[in-house]
């Protein structure tokens, strides 16, 4: 690594902390009510929409009405995104003749850009008309992000309000976060990318003689606009294959720097929003040290990794499945924060990485995303695993657990563990599945155990709705198609339903004003606990898979065995 | 029911907000300040489309400079990389094959550490860079088949380093340079050597 490197990982690091109370400071106005700068831009669209939907933004709803509207919504995204697939062929916007796509593949590619996974099992260019990618995946980008949004502003209230039944207006909050946060950051950020190369036309594949005289068929497409907001939103499904890799979505490495940096911007100004909004921006930082200490760990180790030598290649840079343009450093920065942060573009192959560095990109995922993790999502997910700490930490004194004056009981742990368990199971159930079926098995690319992490890797994703993959599993069959599509339904809303049940229990606690005796939530002391529950309960369930995937390859790698 | 017709119409306002009018706002900015960019920096010879300046071409004769491997052979449609795990035996045989092709097609030193984005494929398949370092070990081989003189060799040195890319600002990525612009710039000597005959 040389000292350019650590010059630039410092960077991204310094702009990350500073950007963070900028932005943040910005949603929580947006989401307080107060005046900003980009209500004279949107604020007429947004009393239209209002007008439109005929819903008075100020009518709130309990926890069963805002978890119903919530499912409705996803469930209408959903069935359009399915049958404009399935329809393709009929409709406009399809200069190459893309023919219709298979049903499995519809249902996987519309859970998986409604549960803001964006797993893709299909090739972009190959397979989805520009209508499709515009006004379908486009559009999903945008609202699953807004969806997370929400669910952590509900829960946000259930924590900060006393004796209500009242969460929120989920069609007030999706508005807003698509119209004043997701929305203007897209259009500056998807105008600097093509500042830098990233293309933006509708115009048909290009069909050129090389140099060599061979053909080469260029693909086109409405390209930045969407490569925006998958960064920004935490979506990550790629207008191409390779996604992040490919030249025409990252062409320069400051459109990677930017691409990056976008990944983590929201999920992390998001800590300082909900600092604000409960009334501690010592505990937003709290929670943001948390998130960042595990980030910088897991960098370091995937970094160290894949600049060590091994036995097969010796000291040869291990440039496999990476871009010139990138180098090591560039490739691991971006796979650590792309897992931490349930984004899941990828601009080098994660399944080239060495064992250990494809290990840290899987283990983010497996911890829950919660390592700045999907936009509102990662911090939701964080605060159950707040309400865990909290309540271990009681039991060890034998006080009442309190979280924000909020007494934590029973339902709200039982929750908490289901929010959990749901997504680890369904991670570990499809995975030995998978690893035992003919199904399951005949789409490997890498066989011993780099094929195993192939799999375990592909159900971590869906389930944690991160998105990247090792992506010579060919997972675009009958099989992974149903099983991956299930993993992403079951780990997005196995998850939301208990976080609206908590803020929904929550908004009807009262609030017990701060003693000496209370247990503090932002002290270095909470900190270190926090990291040791998140990795006992999120990661201790993995360590057998783990073992017998990466660990042992590794081991195996290191005394020179092939396979 | 009322949650169900609320559903459609905030759906249908954001397809068309977020669906329609938000890439064609893009579209129109872009193509307005960006126009060549936009359109995939493609680079014409005459009127015709020879390739874009972002996406890889195949380069393995001769007189040419090589582009790297490519799991896709630089072909778009769609892109993407090996996916070999390094315990993969595929890739080990791989990498041996390109370091025995790439000595005895350049005849390098025999001290010499190739360049490893020489022997590894790229994740997009469509790299159009190689370091600098591989492109100075390939001078030789061309300047041969091309039968170019010693003043030709000198200007194929300094395209070199003129065409090298060097990290944005000063920090970001790494040192690069474009294979088909350099091999543009071959064509170009040739052609004036031979109007110069």
Same mark, same amino acid.
């Given at each position: 690594?040389?000292?350019?490197?650590?010059?630039?990982?410092?960077?991204?690091?310094?702009?990350?902390?500073?950007?963070?109370?900028?932005?943040?400071?910005?949603?929580?106005?947006?989401?307080?009510?107060?005046?900003?700068?980009?209500?004279?831009?949107?604020?007429?669209?947004?009393?239209?929409?209002?007008?439109?939907?005929?819903?008075?933004?100020?009518?709130?709803?309990?926890?069963?009405?805002?978890?119903?509207?919530?499912?409705?919504?996803?469930?209408?995204?959903?069935?359009?995104?399915?049958?404009?697939?399935?329809?393709?062929?009929?409709?406009?916007?399809?200069?190459?003749?893309?023919?219709?796509?298979?049903?499995?593949?519809?249902?996987?590619?519309?859970?998986?850009?409604?549960?803001?996974?964006?797993?893709?099992?299909?090739?972009?260019?190959?397979?989805?008309?520009?209508?499709?990618?515009?006004?379908?995946?486009?559009?999903?980008?945008?609202?699953?992000?807004?969806?997370?949004?929400?669910?952590?502003?509900?829960?946000?209230?259930?924590?900060?309000?006393?004796?209500?039944?009242?969460?929120?207006?989920?069609?007030?909050?999706?508005?807003?976060?698509?119209?004043?946060?997701?929305?203007?950051?897209?259009?500056?950020?998807?105008?600097?990318?093509?500042?830098?190369?990233?293309?933006?036309?509708?115009?048909?594949?290009?069909?050129?003689?090389?140099?060599?005289?061979?053909?080469?068929?260029?693909?086109?497409?409405?390209?930045?606009?969407?490569?925006?907001?998958?960064?920004?939103?935490?979506?990550?499904?790629?207008?191409?294959?390779?996604?992040?890799?490919?030249?025409?979505?990252?062409?320069?490495?400051?459109?990677?720097?930017?691409?990056?940096?976008?990944?983590?911007?929201?999920?992390?100004?998001?800590?300082?929003?909900?600092?604000?909004?409960?009334?501690?921006?010592?505990?937003?930082?709290?929670?943001?040290?948390?998130?960042?200490?595990?980030?910088?760990?897991?960098?370091?180790?995937?970094?160290?990794?894949?600049?060590?030598?091994?036995?097969?290649?010796?000291?040869?840079?291990?440039?496999?499945?990476?871009?010139?343009?990138?180098?090591?450093?560039?490739?691991?920065?971006?796979?650590?924060?792309?897992?931490?942060?349930?984004?899941?573009?990828?601009?080098?192959?994660?399944?080239?990485?060495?064992?250990?560095?494809?290990?840290?990109?899987?283990?983010?995922?497996?911890?829950?995303?919660?390592?700045?993790?999907?936009?509102?999502?990662?911090?939701?997910?964080?605060?159950?695993?707040?309400?865990?700490?909290?309540?271990?930490?009681?039991?060890?004194?034998?006080?009442?657990?309190?979280?924000?004056?909020?007494?934590?009981?029973?339902?709200?742990?039982?929750?908490?563990?289901?929010?959990?368990?749901?997504?680890?199971?369904?991670?570990?159930?499809?995975?030995?599945?998978?690893?035992?079926?003919?199904?399951?098995?005949?789409?490997?690319?890498?066989?011993?155990?780099?094929?195993?992490?192939?799999?375990?890797?592909?159900?971590?994703?869906?389930?944690?709705?991160? *998105?990247?993959?090792?992506?010579? +599993?060919? &997972?675009? @069959? =009958?099989?992974?198609?149903?099983? /991956?599509?299930?993993?992403? !339904? %079951?780990?997005?809303?196995?998850?939301?339903?208990?976080?609206?049940?908590?803020?929904?229990?929550?908004? *009807?606690?009262?609030?017990?004003? +701060?003693? &000496?005796? @209370? =247990?503090?939530?932002?002290?270095? /002391?909470?900190?270190?606990? !926090? %990291?040791?529950?998140?990795?006992?309960?999120?990661?201790?369930?993995?360590?057998?898979?783990?073992?017998? *995937?990466?660990?042992?390859?590794? +081991?195996?790698?290191?005394?020179?065995?092939?396979? | 029911?009322?949650?169900?017709?609320?559903?459609?119409?905030?759906?249908?306002?954001?397809?068309?907000?977020?669906?329609?009018?938000?890439?064609?706002?893009?579209?129109?900015?872009?193509?307005?300040?960006?126009?060549?960019?936009?359109?995939?920096?493609?680079?014409?010879?005459?009127?015709?489309?020879?390739?874009?300046?972002?996406?890889?071409?195949?380069?393995?004769?001769?007189?040419?400079?090589?582009?790297?491997?490519?799991?896709?052979?630089?072909?778009?449609?769609?892109?993407?990389?090996?996916?070999?795990?390094?315990?993969?035996?595929?890739?080990?045989?791989?990498?041996?094959?390109?370091?025995?092709?790439?000595?005895?097609?350049?005849?390098?030193?025999?001290?010499?550490?190739?360049?490893?984005?020489?022997?590894?494929?790229?994740?997009?398949?469509?790299?159009?860079?190689?370091?600098?370092?591989?492109?100075?070990?390939?001078?030789?081989?061309?300047?041969?088949?091309?039968?170019?003189?010693?003043?030709?060799?000198?200007?194929?040195?300094?395209?070199?380093?003129?065409?090298?890319?060097?990290?944005?600002?000063?920090?970001?990525?790494?040192?690069?340079?474009?294979?088909?612009?350099?091999?543009?710039?071959?064509?170009?000597?040739?052609?004036?050597?031979?109007?110069?005959?």
């Amino acid at each position: 690594m040389k000292a350019q490197d650590l010059v630039e990982v410092v960077l991204f690091f310094v702009l990350l902390i500073g950007l963070t109370p900028i932005l943040g400071n910005y949603i929580s106005k947006v989401f307080i009510g107060n005046k900003h700068f980009m209500l004279p831009v949107f604020g007429w669209l947004e009393k239209l929409i209002y007008r439109f939907i005929k819903v008075y933004p100020d009518e709130e709803t309990n926890w069963v009405s805002y978890t119903i509207n919530l499912l409705v919504f996803n469930l209408i995204g959903f069935g359009f995104l399915f049958l404009i697939q399935l329809l393709q062929k009929y409709l406009p916007m399809n200069p190459v003749n893309l023919s219709n796509v298979s049903w499995h593949s519809a249902f996987n590619s519309s859970v998986s850009f409604v549960t803001n996974t964006n797993w893709q099992g299909y090739a972009g260019e190959t397979t989805l008309s520009y209508f499709v990618q515009m006004i379908g995946l486009t559009v999903q980008n945008f609202l699953s992000a807004a969806t997370g949004i929400a669910v952590l502003l509900a829960l946000m209230r259930g924590l900060i309000r006393k004796n209500t039944d009242k969460i929120g207006n989920f069609w007030s909050d999706i508005t807003k976060s698509t119209l004043y946060v997701l929305l203007p950051l897209s259009i500056l950020f998807a105008i600097v990318l093509v500042g830098q190369g990233v293309i933006q036309n509708f115009k048909a594949y290009e069909t050129v003689q090389t140099l060599q005289g061979a053909q080469q068929v260029i693909p086109m497409g409405p390209a930045a606009s969407q490569v925006a907001i998958k960064q920004l939103g935490t979506n990550g499904g790629g207008f191409f294959n390779s996604n992040s890799s490919h030249p025409f979505e990252n062409p320069t490495p400051f459109s990677n720097f930017l691409e990056m940096l976008a990944i983590l911007l929201i999920p992390a100004a998001l800590t300082f929003t909900y600092g604000k909004m409960v009334g501690s921006s010592r505990h937003g930082w709290t929670v943001f040290t948390v998130m960042l200490i595990l980030l910088i760990v897991g960098l370091s180790i995937s970094l160290t990794a894949e600049y060590s030598a091994n036995p097969i290649f010796g000291h040869l840079p291990l440039m496999e499945g990476k871009e010139t343009r990138f180098g090591i450093t560039n490739s691991i920065l971006w796979s650590t924060v792309t897992s931490a942060a349930s984004n899941g573009s990828v601009n080098a192959m994660h399944d080239s990485l060495s064992p250990i560095s494809g290990m840290i990109a899987l283990l983010n995922i497996m911890l829950g995303e919660i390592i700045f993790g999907g936009v509102g999502s990662g911090l939701y997910g964080m605060v159950i695993f707040i309400i865990l700490t909290v309540f271990i930490a009681g039991l060890m004194v034998g006080r009442t657990p309190e979280y924000l004056g909020k007494k934590i009981e029973a339902f709200e742990v039982q929750m908490a563990i289901i929010a959990i368990l749901s997504t680890s199971f369904a991670i570990l159930l499809f995975t030995a599945w998978a690893s035992v079926s003919k199904a399951g098995l005949s789409c490997l690319n890498n066989s011993g155990p780099h094929g195993f992490t192939e799999i375990l890797y592909a159900f971590s994703s869906a389930a944690g709705n991160n *998105g990247s993959s090792f992506a010579g +599993l060919n &997972a675009n @069959t =009958f099989f992974y198609n149903l099983t /991956l599509g299930f993993g992403m !339904l %079951i780990g997005r809303f196995g998850y939301i339903i208990p976080v609206l049940a908590i803020a929904g229990k929550m908004a *009807g606690k009262k609030i017990t004003p +701060l003693s &000496a005796g @209370t =247990f503090r939530t932002d002290n270095w /002391l909470f900190i270190c606990l !926090l %990291i040791g529950v998140i990795l006992i309960v999120g990661g201790l369930i993995f360590f057998p898979a783990l073992s017998i *995937g990466p660990v042992i390859e590794n +081991l195996l790698m290191k005394s020179g065995m092939t396979f | 029911m009322k949650t169900l017709i609320v559903s459609i119409k905030i759906f249908l306002l954001f397809t068309v907000i977020t669906g329609i009018i938000y890439p064609l706002l893009v579209t129109v900015i872009a193509q307005n300040l960006f126009p060549s960019k936009a359109n995939g920096s493609l680079i014409f010879k005459g009127n015709k489309v020879i390739g874009s300046r972002l996406i890889g071409q195949k380069f393995d004769t001769t007189i040419y400079f090589s582009s790297r491997p490519s799991a896709i052979s630089y072909n778009p449609m769609p892109s993407g990389g090996s996916n070999y795990g390094l315990t993969n035996v595929r890739l080990i045989n791989l990498v041996n094959e390109r370091k025995n092709k790439f000595i005895a097609f350049n005849q390098p030193d025999s001290l010499i550490t190739i360049p490893s984005e020489m022997l590894f494929a790229s994740g997009s398949g469509l790299d159009p860079h190689i370091s600098p370092e591989a492109a100075l070990l390939q001078v030789e081989r061309i300047t041969n088949a091309r039968h170019f003189d010693d003043n030709q060799k000198k200007r194929v040195l300094q395209s070199i380093e003129y065409l090298t890319e060097k990290p944005q600002l000063s920090i970001l990525g790494e040192v690069r340079i474009n294979v088909l612009i350099l091999n543009l710039e071959l064509d170009k000597l040739s052609d004036k050597s031979r109007v110069n005959k």
